[in-house]
């Protein structure tokens, strides 16, 4: 999995249904540390519901639920959504489930117990067929909006150029919001092989600051830098 990857999974909410707790719980945990947000189902009517309502943009379902199981979801969300990714979690006797919904385009099946390199898997065939049909963008406040994929910089429709530094210092602060990035973390994901001096980041940083509202970006002085929401 390269970094593109884990980028773009910041930037997904994925809902998820399972009726059995202490498994829902455990995997929707793992699934934060990767994505923008889990929404967490206990079945399929639940699970439908919130799909109407919060538009994920992944669907994972177990198939033996109450109240709707997994198979029935999925003809329902099918109904109207030939687009969004989903994903099906069995056991081995639930094969006779799946014969159901072949045509119903999943985009993988995995087999229980479930484990995260599957988990991570799954995640990115869905994120290739996502890819197809929209680039992911963060809607930012202030009229701002940024295209990872495309390293664009928007305002109100016009583009703001970023250089390679400049694109990676931004996402990193925007994949991480909620906290301080470290200069350590900045070296790492942003100046890689080349060496960061004090004078290099403040240049960056002062930059950077020209082509965003002001306090976009602010200093804890010895600790790293974070993105503050207007």
């Keep these: 999995m390269d970094k593109l990857f884990f980028e773009r999974l910041k930037t997904l909410t994925i809902l998820y249904a399972e009726d059995e707790e202490g498994i829902r719980k455990n995997i929707a945990a793992s699934l934060r540390y990767y994505t923008k947000e889990v929404i967490e189902a206990e079945n399929g009517k639940i699970a439908l519901e919130l ?6 943009d992944i669907v994972l379902t177990d198939i033996l639920m109450p109240v709707m199981n997994g198979v029935d979801l999925v003809r329902e969300i099918r109904k109207t ?12 006797t639930d094969r006779e489930y799946l014969l159901k919904v072949v045509d119903l385009h999943l985009e993988q099946y995995i087999i229980k117990p479930v484990n995260l390199n599957g988990l991570l898997e799954a995640l990115a065939r869905c994120l290739k067929r996502i890819a197809q049909t929209h680039t ?5 406040p202030c009229g701002y909006s940024y295209d990872v994929d495309h390293k664009l910089l928007t305002y109100e429709e016009e583009t703001i150029h970023l250089n390679k530094k400049e694109a990676g210092f931004l996402e990193l602060l925007l994949h991480n919001k909620q906290r301080i990035v470290t200069y350590d973390e900045l070296q790492a994901h942003v100046w890689q092989d080349d060496v960061m001096t004090d004078s290099a980041l403040r240049s960056l940083v002062r930059n950077l600051r020209k082509k965003l509202p002001k306090d976009f970006i602010t200093n804890l002085s010895g600790v790293g830098y974070r993105f503050e929401m207007c």
Excluded: F, G, R
Excluded at 51 to 56: A, G, L, R, T
Excluded at 81 to 92: F, K, N, R
């Design 51 to 56: 799909y109407k309502s919060e538009k994920p």
């Design 81 to 92: 959504d030939e687009e969004t990714p989903l994903v099906i979690i069995s056991a081995h």
């Design 136 to 140: 992911i963008v963060y809607e930012l």
